[in-house]
Protein backbone atom coordinates (compact mmCIF):
# COMPACT_ATOMS: atom_id res chain seq x y z
CA UNK A 1 0.00 0.00 0.00
CA UNK A 2 1.32 3.05 -0.93
CA UNK A 3 1.89 6.03 2.41
CA UNK A 4 3.26 9.04 2.58
CA UNK A 5 3.88 10.78 6.28
CA UNK A 6 4.76 13.93 5.97
CA UNK A 7 6.52 15.97 9.51
CA UNK A 8 8.09 18.84 10.10
CA UNK A 9 5.58 21.64 10.15
CA UNK A 10 5.10 23.98 12.61
CA UNK A 11 4.92 27.50 14.05
CA UNK A 12 7.51 30.46 12.84
CA UNK A 13 8.37 33.84 12.60
CA UNK A 14 8.77 35.35 9.45
CA UNK A 15 12.43 34.84 7.62
CA UNK A 16 12.14 31.88 9.72
CA UNK A 17 13.46 28.36 8.25
CA UNK A 18 11.47 24.78 8.70
CA UNK A 19 12.74 21.44 7.23
CA UNK A 20 9.90 19.42 6.04
CA UNK A 21 10.58 15.01 6.11
CA UNK A 22 8.34 12.67 4.05
CA UNK A 23 8.31 9.05 4.82
CA UNK A 24 7.24 7.27 1.73
CA UNK A 25 6.26 3.25 1.29
CA UNK A 26 4.66 0.49 -0.60
CA UNK A 27 6.27 1.23 -3.66
CA UNK A 28 10.23 0.78 -5.22
CA UNK A 29 10.88 4.65 -4.15
CA UNK A 30 14.00 4.86 -5.55
CA UNK A 31 12.86 4.45 -8.90
CA UNK A 32 10.20 7.44 -8.86
CA UNK A 33 10.35 11.28 -9.26
CA UNK A 34 9.22 13.03 -6.15
CA UNK A 35 7.17 16.63 -5.71
CA UNK A 36 6.37 18.85 -2.58
CA UNK A 37 3.08 19.92 -3.09
CA UNK A 38 1.23 23.06 -0.75
CA UNK A 39 -2.47 24.08 -0.04
CA UNK A 40 -3.45 27.32 1.28
CA UNK A 41 -6.97 28.19 2.98
CA UNK A 42 -8.90 28.57 -0.01
CA UNK A 43 -6.68 27.93 -2.54
CA UNK A 44 -5.81 24.86 -4.65
CA UNK A 45 -3.14 23.12 -4.05
CA UNK A 46 -0.22 23.95 -5.89
CA UNK A 47 3.37 21.90 -7.31
CA UNK A 48 6.11 23.56 -5.08
CA UNK A 49 9.55 21.63 -6.20
CA UNK A 50 10.15 18.06 -7.91
CA UNK A 51 13.12 16.26 -7.98
CA UNK A 52 13.94 12.91 -10.38
CA UNK A 53 14.67 9.37 -9.06
CA UNK A 54 18.39 10.37 -10.29
CA UNK A 55 18.90 12.65 -7.39
CA UNK A 56 18.28 15.60 -10.24
CA UNK A 57 16.04 18.58 -9.45
CA UNK A 58 13.83 19.38 -12.16
CA UNK A 59 11.37 22.29 -10.66
CA UNK A 60 10.89 24.83 -8.15
CA UNK A 61 8.03 27.24 -8.16
CA UNK A 62 8.63 30.79 -8.91
CA UNK A 63 7.70 32.13 -5.51
CA UNK A 64 9.83 29.74 -3.31
CA UNK A 65 13.01 29.47 -6.18
CA UNK A 66 16.33 30.73 -4.30
CA UNK A 67 14.64 30.10 -0.73
CA UNK A 68 13.45 26.06 -0.89
CA UNK A 69 16.02 23.23 -1.43
CA UNK A 70 14.38 19.60 -2.51
CA UNK A 71 16.45 16.55 -1.89
CA UNK A 72 16.04 12.57 -1.12
CA UNK A 73 17.72 9.96 -0.08
CA UNK A 74 16.92 6.87 -1.51
CA UNK A 75 18.64 4.42 0.94
CA UNK A 76 15.72 5.77 3.63
CA UNK A 77 13.10 5.97 0.98
CA UNK A 78 12.33 10.19 2.28
CA UNK A 79 12.76 13.26 0.37
CA UNK A 80 13.01 16.74 2.50
CA UNK A 81 12.33 20.28 1.88
CA UNK A 82 14.33 22.48 3.80
CA UNK A 83 12.85 26.07 3.45
CA UNK A 84 14.46 29.46 4.23
CA UNK A 85 13.48 32.57 4.80
CA UNK A 86 10.08 32.00 5.29
CA UNK A 87 7.36 34.29 4.68
CA UNK A 88 3.75 34.52 5.70
CA UNK A 89 2.56 33.74 2.30
CA UNK A 90 3.85 30.21 2.59
CA UNK A 91 1.28 29.43 4.99
CA UNK A 92 -0.45 26.05 3.93
CA UNK A 93 -0.44 22.80 4.04
CA UNK A 94 2.71 20.85 2.72
CA UNK A 95 2.48 17.14 1.18
CA UNK A 96 4.75 14.87 -0.79
CA UNK A 97 3.68 13.42 -3.58
CA UNK A 98 4.78 10.54 -6.24
CA UNK A 99 3.21 12.29 -9.39
CA UNK A 100 2.99 8.25 -11.00
CA UNK A 101 1.09 7.48 -7.99
CA UNK A 102 -1.26 9.99 -8.70
CA UNK A 103 -4.07 9.49 -6.21
CA UNK A 104 -2.25 8.82 -3.23
CA UNK A 105 -1.63 11.38 -0.50
CA UNK A 106 -0.44 11.80 2.91
CA UNK A 107 -1.96 14.24 5.76
CA UNK A 108 0.02 16.61 5.23
CA UNK A 109 1.99 18.80 7.85
CA UNK A 110 1.22 22.30 8.65
CA UNK A 111 3.23 25.59 8.05
CA UNK A 112 2.40 29.07 9.28
CA UNK A 113 4.63 31.70 9.65
CA UNK A 114 3.82 34.66 11.50
CA UNK A 115 4.28 38.36 10.65
Known amino acids: QVQFVESGGGLVQSGGSLRLSCAASGFHFSNYAMSWFRQAPGKERELVAS????????YYSDSVKGRFTISRDNAKNMVYLQMNSLKPEDTAVYYC????????WGPGTQVTVSS
Open 51 to 58: IRDSYEVT
Open 97 to 104: HAPSYDDH
